[in-house]
């Protein structure tokens, strides 16, 4: 379970973190990574990272979404330690995420954090078009 502190609660975090942060989608995850914003509140110093999960209805029933739900959680805590403090992450299931396996949830994680956290020059770009030059 991730502790109380750890996670996104209000509706406002989870807008500030869709619009601040870089999006990266892989397998059946889509991760919007929001790094840590210098200066915003000088009294208290940053805390962890903090993680939010979005299991809308179109991954399954409740009982599924739930499932999906803590699988994420429980992956998100061991990852802690990964993450600079003050960044938030929101993680959002895809569909297929209620036919993934803990592992294969895990993997999916892993890579979408690691893309969402790499340089911007970093990321690939598009091919050119055939008849275009770049």
Avoid: C, W, Y
């Avoid at 379970?1 to 996670?7: E, F, H, I, S």
């Avoid at 975090?13 to 790094?35: D, I, S």
């Amino acid at each position: 379970m991730l502790p109380p502190a750890a996670r996104l609660r209000r509706r406002a975090e989870f807008a500030a973190t869709t619009r601040g942060g870089r999006r990266a989608a892989r397998g059946a995850l889509v991760v919007h990574l929001a790094p840590p914003q210098p200066g915003t509140n000088q009294d208290t110093p940053p805390s962890g990272p903090r993680f939010g999960f979005a299991v809308s209805r179109a991954v399954g029933n409740a009982v599924i979404r739930n499932k999906v739900r803590r699988r994420l959680r429980h992956l998100a805590r061991e990852r802690l330690d990964q993450l600079p403090a003050g960044t938030t992450v929101l993680v959002r299931a895809l569909p297929a995420a209620a036919d993934r396996t803990f592992q294969q949830l895990g993997r999916d994680l892993d890579a979408a954090l690691a893309a969402a956290a790499a340089p911007r020059g970093t990321q690939r770009r598009k091919a050119p078009r055939s008849g275009e030059t770049s």
